[in-house]
């Protein structure tokens, strides 16, 4: 049973940081490209970053230079360190697992607001 259990979201005011982490359990996580996702209300997902098995990244225009996502294949996990912390950046962010052969999960989601 393949499981993405999300954590490190909460209340944080504008300006600062926080680091979120995805855990992964049933995949072999070096095989998949991992990536975390917002979706803010009223708004569609939208991509915040991703990390390939080959240590490639892509991030949003909106989080470059801000966000910076990482993983330790030995322990399973992904790391989404944010800084600069703004509160449109305020959603709900999932982390998602994607194999080469399409296959894709996503764990439940933790909530991030910025606010004052």
């Known amino acids: 049973q393949v499981q993405l259990v999300e954590s490190g979201g909460g209340l944080v005011q504008p300006g600062g940081s926080l680091r979120l982490s995805c855990a992964a359990s049933?995949?072999?996580?070096?095989?998949?490209?991992m990536g975390w996702y917002r979706q803010a209300p009223g708004k569609e997902r939208e991509l915040v970053a991703t990390?390939?098995?080959?240590?490639?990244?892509n991030y949003a225009d909106s989080v470059k230079g801000r966000f910076t996502i990482s993983r330790d294949n030995a322990k399973k996990t992904v790391y989404l360190q944010m800084n600069s912390l703004k509160p449109e950046d305020t959603a709900v962010y999932y982390c998602?697992?994607?194999?080469?052969?399409?296959?894709?999960?996503w764990g439940q989601g933790t909530q991030v607001t910025v606010s004052s």
């Open positions: 990390l390939t098995t080959i240590s490639r990244t």
């Open positions: 998602n697992a994607e194999s080469s052969y399409g296959r894709s999960y």
């Open positions: 049933g995949i072999i996580f070096s095989n998949y490209v």
